[in-house]
């Protein structure tokens, strides 16, 4: 299942992503797909939500369970501006 960080990745709830990462929430919990809230976040396009993953340290390269990072999953959306995010946060491009 989702964890509320995945929740609120998916909604692009800024406040409450602050809030759950201020509590220390496991960033890299994953879901029934292994995907990471930075996935979620990546795929529905919320850039402010990539951004705050991102400045938490969060795994920017991690794999779900179809061998997809957030980066190929804001691509495969055409998420363009998510995609820039990622590349500045320095996401691998394969």
């Known amino acids: 299942g989702r964890t509320a960080l995945h929740v609120a990745a998916h909604a692009g709830r800024d406040s409450s992503i602050s809030v759950l990462l201020q509590r220390r929430l496991e960033v890299e ?30 795994d920017k390269n ?10 190929h999953l804001a691509a495969e959306a055409g998420h363009d501006s998510t995609v820039e995010t990622l590349l500045r946060g320095g996401a691998d491009c394969e």
Do not use: E, I
Not at 30 to 52: E, I, K, P
Not at 62 to 69: K, N, P, W, Y
């Open 29 to 58: 919990a994953r879901d029934d797909d292994f995907r990471t809230a930075l996935h979620v976040a990546a795929l529905a396009g919320n850039d402010s939500v990539v951004q705050a993953l991102l400045d938490n340290k969060c």
């Open 62 to 71: 991690a794999r779900d369970a179809a061998g997809m990072t957030p980066l």
